[in-house]
T-cell receptor
């Protein structure tokens, strides 16, 4: 398996522009997570999906952020409009939840976002 | 969610055994303890998971005392490549959001 695939690896944009980050989870996994990592705040959970349905989006910073999972093999995280403080590494992770607690997250390589 | 506390940083030398302890005083009956490792410019990677007593795999050992209020990740004979951030997570219900703390930054020197 290729693992969790994120694109692009790097994104540089100007303030006010729309940014779309993409994620392909591991085939067969039924949960997908979006995290953001900065030096100051560490690894923050933004939103997670179970069976393509958003379960908890309380970590989404504000209305400028939105996430979708139209099917089991694809998810997007969109920022519109982007701001310099959104600069961070954005990670996508997936897992297989089988009704027990011992789930393991598999992370992608991340997208390094720089908003100028 | 059980709150976890672990040291911010630790230093070690190659060949030594490193033990990183995580406190989780309010761990619930159904909670599992999971450790992840993160190298620079990479996403976290699962290392080991346990519920009680001791778990060992090819990478590390996890020691959990009877009261389960803490756990210790043991890395035998570390090398320079073990320099990373190590996170301790506690989660119970399947599908529960997994929250990462600040982690422990381990620096291994030659």
């Amino acid at each position: 398996d290729a693992g969790v695939i994120q694109s692009p690896r790097h994104e540089v944009t100007e303030m006010g522009q729309e940014v779309t980050l993409r994620c392909k989870p591991i085939s067969g996994h039924n949960s997908l997570f979006w995290y953001r990592q900065t030096m100051m705040r560490g690894l923050e959970l933004l939103i997670y999906f179970n069976n393509n349905v958003p379960i908890d989006d309380s970590g989404m910073p504000e209305d400028r952020f939105s996430a979708k999972m139209p099917n089991a093999s694809f998810s997007t995280l969109k920022i519109q409009p982007s701001e310099p403080r959104d600069s961070a590494v954005y990670f996508c992770a997936s897992s297989l939840v089988q009704g027990i607690a011992n789930e393991k997250l598999f992370f992608g390589s991340g997208t390094q976002l720089s908003v100028l | 969610l059980a709150k976890t506390t672990q040291p911010i940083s630790m230093d070690s030398y190659e060949g030594q055994e490193v033990n990183i302890t995580c406190s989780h005083n309010n761990i619930a009956t159904n909670d599992y303890i999971t450790w992840y490792q993160q190298f620079p410019s990479q996403g976290p990677r699962f290392i080991i998971q346990g519920y009680k007593t001791k778990v060992t795999n090819e990478v590390a050992s996890l020691f959990i005392p009877a009261d389960r209020k803490s756990s210790t990740l043991s890395l035998p004979r570390v090398s320079l490549s073990d320099t990373a951030v190590y996170y301790c997570l506690v989660a119970s219900q399947a599908g529960t959001a997994l929250i990462f703390g600040k982690g422990t930054t381990l620096s291994v020197s030659s």
